[in-house]
């Protein structure tokens, strides 16, 4: 299982899901997407087809022919574009708070940041001097960001170029439907993908779905969702699934696993 984080994080968004998905007898692995943490941070590549064929590689690279992937948010449409572009190389893909790629999809503190990024230097300066980390994480969470929360993850973008390489893949998408590589790429994940899915939102994310969440009570449900694929809304729970809720997205990927791919 390959473990892919959302924008402004990187592998340590799943610290409190690897564990159980290990002790649950699944090899589980969680890497940086490249220019987050500790991943190079390469002049170009950030384009969600390269970051897909990234992830194509790095599963190879770890002796494995397929992989269930789950992406968070950036790493969601990642896995969406790796489900589209090597189905072969997936037994499934969980998409966390990642809906489909469709245009519209953002909302809210969502839109503003992907507008806020094409500004040349402004967005690293904001996200480097002014708060701009902590800003991101409250709006994306149901409830403010734990201080301890904040600190690593301001201090992982003052890794050098980090500021700059995290933001590229936001800057590639708002330009993409003027780009010929843009314009290929959302027509190339048009349509179901042929590989089993589960979806896990939260119930009260502001950012990626446009309201699309449904609302099921008191509870995590399941939701109705298009053929092949399984949908789960956690009430309560932001943008920041994997660590808002950790328990009941462990919860829903291991009763998901067993009908796609066996521990070991």
Excluded at 124 to 142: F, I, P, Q, T, W
Excluded at 232 to 259: D, F, I, N, S, T
């Amino acid at each position: 299982m390959l473990l892919l984080h959302g924008a402004l994080q990187n592998w340590w968004a799943w610290r409190d899901v690897l564990p159980g998905l290990a002790a649950a007898g699944y090899r589980a692995v969680a890497a940086d997407l490249r220019g987050h943490g500790a991943s190079d941070a390469t002049p170009r590549g950030y384009h969600l087809p390269g970051l897909a064929d990234d992830v194509d590689a790095l599963v190879r690279s770890l002796g494995a022919r397929r992989a269930v992937v789950v992406g968070h948010d950036l790493g969601g449409w990642v896995g969406w574009t790796l489900a589209h572009r090597h189905p072969g190389r997936l037994h499934g893909l969980v998409a966390v708070a990642a809906p489909p790629p469709r245009p519209g999809l953002l909302r809210g503190p969502a839109l503003r940041a992907l507008g806020a990024a094409q500004l040349p230097s402004l967005p690293e300066h904001v996200l480097l001097h002014r708060g701009g980390v902590r800003r991101y994480l409250d709006d994306a969470r149901a409830t403010p960001a734990p201080a301890a929360d904040v600190d690593y993850y301001v201090a992982s973008v003052r890794v050098p170029s980090v500021a700059h390489t995290s933001l590229e893949p936001w800057r590639w998408l708002a330009r993409a439907s003027l780009r010929p590589d843009g314009v290929r790429w959302w027509r190339s994940v048009r349509g179901d993908v042929a590989v089993p899915v589960l979806r896990v939102d939260g119930g009260e994310d502001r950012f990626a779905v446009g309201r699309a969440v449904d609302r099921t009570g008191p509870g995590a449900g399941a939701v109705p969702a298009p053929d092949g694929q399984q949908r789960v809304v956690l009430p309560g729970v932001g943008h920041l699934v994997p660590e808002e809720a950790p328990e009941q997205l462990l919860e829903a990927l291991l009763a998901w696993l067993p009908g796609v791919v066996r521990p070991g």
